[in-house]
């Protein structure tokens, strides 16, 4: 079964600590992983898409990196408006344009 | 370029009645998908439209249905509503059915009574 995993589930950050978030998968074909943040009461926002392994993308103080068996969201020097629930999704072969998603990284910055 | 729309922003249901949902997606979008999200189960695929047709299901009951425009508009339609089925609806849009970014709407908010 396609699986999805997001690890830690909460992290509380102090404003400039840097840290990363995981999203470790289980697919038999994977087509693309994506990143999106969702703020409270709002629709998940796009943040990356990863196709391959050892592919990067970087937006300001996020960079998404993808392996064989996992992504990684690194955020440095955070901010607090960088507070939200984080998501990753995986689109699978099998399973056409639908997106599988992690339960989500819910991300708290204090300044 | 205006995003994904969605109507109505809230609604509140009794069980037994049925709902629809409206999604307008992004000018020049043709597929479509439809998603439940809930604080147990996180967000879940529901189905897929591209050119009017469904072309994915995910795994839930008969009783939730959708169908697509041939302007890209599409609808999803809940009967005989149960209290489970209270959750945030999100319509998604991309430009087409290959792996493609999907671009998320704000999402209907339903609550069954």
């Known amino acids: 079964e396609d699986q999805v995993t997001q690890s830690p589930e909460a992290l509380r950050l102090q404003e400039g600590e840097s840290s990363s978030l995981n999203c470790s998968y289980t697919?038999?074909?994977?087509?693309?992983l994506f990143w999106y943040r969702q703020d409270p009461g709002k629709g998940p926002e796009f943040l990356f898409t990863?196709?391959?392994a050892g592919e990067e993308k970087e937006k300001e103080r996020l960079k998404a990196t993808l392996t064989k068996k996992e992504s990684f969201l690194h955020i440095t020097a955070p901010k607090p408006e960088d507070s939200a629930t984080y998501l990753c999704a995986v689109q699978v072969d099998q399973a056409g344009t639908a997106l599988i998603f992690g339960k989500g990284t819910t991300l708290s910055v204090s300044s | 370029k205006a995003g994904v729309t969605q109507t109505p922003r809230y609604l509140i249901k009794t069980r037994g009645q049925q709902v629809t949902l409206s999604c307008s997606p992004i000018?020049?979008?043709?597929?479509v998908s439809w998603y439940q999200q809930t604080p147990g189960q996180g967000l879940q695929f529901l189905f897929e439209?591209?050119?009017?047709?469904?072309?994915n299901k995910g795994n839930f009951p008969g009783r939730f249905s959708g169908r697509q425009f041939s302007n890209s508009r599409s609808e999803m339609n809940v009967s005989t509503l149960e209290l489970g089925d209270s959750a945030l609806y999100l319509c998604?849009?991309?430009?087409?059915?290959?792996?493609?970014?999907?671009?998320f709407g704000p999402g209907t908010r339903l609550t069954v009574l």
């Open positions: 697919v038999s074909g994977l087509r693309g």
């Open positions: 439209y591209f050119s009017e047709t469904q072309r």
């Open positions: 998604a849009s991309s430009q087409d059915d290959s792996a493609d970014t999907q671009y």
């Open positions: 000018s020049g979008h043709r597929s």
């Open positions: 990863l196709y391959s």
